[in-house]
């Protein structure tokens, strides 16, 4: 009755009350204005709690950028005048301000402004999620005008990578307080190319910033819709309400030989795996640890769950780091090398075809996150795997505060590479048995409490190198060792799909990817470099 | 008209509850073994309702499913039947204020957007099966309480139950003796009742999310998947599961129907089919 | 609860949903008709002093049943398994470490008993506040005021729509029961009935969005567009097509129902014996007769409707309220989700009393006791 009194006030007055707000779109039809669908929430834009951690900040700006192209990216400054340079251990970095530059408020940029957001995620009133991984930095100080020196706990060779992070106003982060609670999340003030001009929860809209220091961007506008379902993005494409997304590679190669639509697969080093906790009976057991390794036919999960767009992983090292590569390090697809190693090992097959040794099944729970079809199905066809050798994996779909827990016992489908830019930042956390303690790092740091002593040294010795070559060949020695004494299963790199509506715009190209992968990477990475044809 | 309806809704129901019983024992198929370069295959021959995003054949998948949401929805059945037995013997039987505070609360339960509750309870809870079972349970016993207690009502009337008083029994062993065993048909057809319902609930939490992991085949979680499915042409993932959703519903609630009206004497009208 | 005599029971084929109880009188009902015969002045006062008694009654009621509600909603969250933050932090969940969370948890009052949460949000409620949405990071007011529109655009067409086309196809087939026409619509009645609303919108979409590509499959315009009245009309076909379909079974057959009852019955079988024309009787005796129950069972019907807006703007990705309800009882963002559910209960409960209202007001023979 009350719905239907409702009805009748709204059809009567033909425009029902006005709910989205703001600025009128440009949609599709706009000449410098692109409207993309995002599988990620919106808002959250502070970068002192974490965002945009990997550079691809559409309001801020780090102090240097990613240049782009295929292979490993470089670095070049962005707010800095120029690459930061390290003293011979990498213990003292120097950074040079570039002069200038405004914030989207107004103020000036300065080197204040970089001392007090490095220091605001350091501080532990903000809470900040990136502050585990920003805690080589003991300090930094401003020693002129326009310089600042970053003072490390311990010689760390790829600082750069913790210079992508967005720079904000000294004066937002004056007060020390939780960063997730910030202004900054809902209303950012950066150096960037873009500003954003209206938030809601399902849209937030971008401008050009027309005083960029690097030149305005052509690309005017650009609006974000938040479309969390996967059927829906695609579904949306399909219309043509939207001019790109991102979508799941079997959903992306739908769209594949449309006319007018491109479907852009970009490398990642975003790798899917599984933990293989050193607690558990089973799967901490080294023969088991090498037979699952050897079971799992990656190259089938990559053509027929990925639709070929991904590639087989061994260690979390992809083949585009180039030099720091083992292209020797590598599992093959053996299911008949994996039975006899079990059997050797005293893993024997019972009566429903499991094996049993000492009275211990082996069976494994394997949790992984429900709201991932790509999960789900990498998780099913390891477990099909697995029974093919005599294994039982027992599948859970949880969510994350129902996995935290049981990280420590059983395996879990993993997912990493949210820093993907140096070899360091890419395995340390991975592979090295310094978070083996409890209470070091984050609980996804080393979840499988992986402990191999070569592994150990050669991490150390890449992460405190300077020379180029001395840390691609620690990294190679990373690798042989692994693959020796597996503590995961590396099943494949993604390829990031995407799907964008042709527009005669002309693109920088692809970047190596993170584990994120919303619409503000893809094709529209540098948007702000993008030009008309 | 009751005892024809009876029996071709029974057969129908026979036939599915066959088929979800043979198929997966005879095919022999372990549901953990998928084969994903078999993927959504279109219906033939060798796949009567075609494959499943894991390659996985749908014609027995499908059998496993309805099991499960089977199962699932029989234990919501009973429990709610369970429920609604206790509050409504007690009503019925204590009559007076007590049976008026009871009705009233079932006033209650039964004036909110229950389904609604449910969705929310299992959201809370979802992932796990006794969350899906209570929140149906929980949300359903009211009617079974109302055809209870009006039957304890007219059975206290009848004359074996005052030769049971007079004889010289308590309260107690009327109730348990005699009033309870005596509603057992009327609990029985309740709980057939229940069953389409428990089935829809099911599906449509696993359908959100709430239910059954993905994994898992139930009615439910083969329509989640369809939603994907269906973007890349498989029109089979989301037909059949459908048409056996609707057949089961539809059978169970046809059967409980005709059965309450060979049990019960004939009502003022009749549905024509 | 206001029962109904006229047209009772025997609804066919439950599947699925309960509009049961609808037409149901308890066998000991006192019936106030009944006994000495009062002026007909006497009868119309006394007539009145009970609706209202029962509209007070009835209200009263819901004060105990929404506390009731909204203190099991905060008591069941508390004992959830899931982790408020996961809502609260999403993506950020998975790297925020241990003794962040715990400071976090503790700012935001997660660790605190679940009557302590409560009395809180119940003393906000009254002090005006709603409390903020942590799941939209918006004020809860501000998700109310900018969702509700939709939901009641949605739900409220649907609903029109389902009554004409139930009260339409409902006469029609009443009328010449047995015929054509009636065993056609019955039987698709039934097919429908076992259809949960979701599978429909998922086939809707396959056929209309995908296959034909006639309509848009999802949102309330195109992506990113503000609202324009064409694109919203073009945008509410589907969902409110299937929402409509997905209720008119049991307001058809109950509409059915009670015109074959009404035809059986003494004034009829008089205005035919009178040589009244077919088509007067239907319009003088029959259709008036038969509406009350009907009114009823849309009263009966609007939690069914409610679940079924919530399935459909789920499905269609409306950004109704329906849907908020999902993603706040997933978030455990209780400030939203209880105002959420109280607001239901609150609107599901009205509804069926202005509907045994209307009922009590049209047919005379109907108790207003409970």
Redesign the interface.
Known sequence: MIALTGVLVLTACTTPGGSVDGASAAGADGTDGIVLADGYELGGYNPVAGFGAAGEAKMYDGLVRLTGGEGMPGFEPALAAELPTANEDATVWTVKIRPDVTFSDGSTFGAEDVVATYEAILDPASASEARSSFDMIEEVVQTGDDTVEFHLAYPYAPLLTKMLIGVVPSESVATPGLAAESTLNTAPIGTGPYTLVDLSPDRAVLEANEDYWDGAPEVKKLTLLYVPDDNTRAQRMASGEIDGTNLPPLLANTFEGKDGMTVTAHTSADWRGLSLPTDNPVAGDPAVRMALNLAANRQSMIDNVLGGHGRVAATPIPEVYGDAYEPGAIFTYDPARAEQILTDAGWIEGPDGIRVKDGQRAQIALMYNSVDTVRRDLAQAFASDALAVGVEVNLEALSWDRIDPRINTDSTLLGGGDEPFDPDTQAYGALSSVFVQPDVGSIYDNPSDYQDATVDAALEVGRRSLDQAERDAAYREVQDAYIDDPGYVYLVFLDHTYVSKDAGWTMSGPVLEPHAHGVTWGPWWSLQSWTRD | MARRNLVIAGSVLAVVVLYAVLVPWLAGV?D??????Q?RQAPSADHLFGTD???RDLFVRIASGIRTSLVVALLCALLATVIGVVVGTAAGFWGGWPDRIIMRST??V????????G???V??????LLAIVLSIALT?W??VA?IIR?EI??LRQRPYIDAAVLAGASRRQVAVRHLVPATAPQAMIAVV?LL??A???E??LS????GL???EPSLGTL?EE???S????G?WT?VFP?AV???V??AV??AG?ALRKVITPP??????? | MTTVQAGREERPAGTGQDAGQAGTVPDDAPRPSEGQAPSVQDLRRGRHRDIWAMVGRRLLFIVPVTAAVSAGLFAAAKYSPFDPLVGYLGTRYMTTSDADKAIISEQLGFDRPWYSTYWGWVQDLFGGDLGLSRSFNQPVAQVIGERLPWTLLLAGTALALAVVVALVLGIAAGVRSGGILDRGVTALCVVVQGLPPFVMSLAAIAVFALALGWLPAAGLTDGGADPTVGGVLRHLVLPVVVLAISQVPWLLLAVRESVVTSKGEDFVAGAVSRGIPTPTITRRHIVPTSLAPFVNIVGVRLPELVVGAVLVEEVFSWPGVAGAIVTSARDLDMALLAFLTIGTTVVVMVGSLLADVVVALMDPRVSTDG
């Not at chain 2, 953990?32 to 370069?37: H, K, L, M, N, P």
């Not at chain 2, 039964?110 to 509750?117: Q, Y």
């Not at chain 2, 269906?230 to 042409?233: C, H, P, S, V």
């Open positions: 372990d953990r073994v998928t084969d994903f370069a993927a995003s894991a390659g006033d209650a039964n004036a909110l957007p229950h389904l609604l509750l969705i929310v309870i959201a809370m809870f979802r992932g796990s359903h009211t009617q109302r009006s009502l007219s009742l389409p319902h089935v829809w609930h599906s449509t359908f959100l999310g709430f992991p993905p994994h329509l369809a939603r994907s269906l973007l890349l042409g029109w989301l459908a959703l609707v057949i519903t539809l609630a046809f129907q009502q003022p009208s009749e549905l024509r089919l």
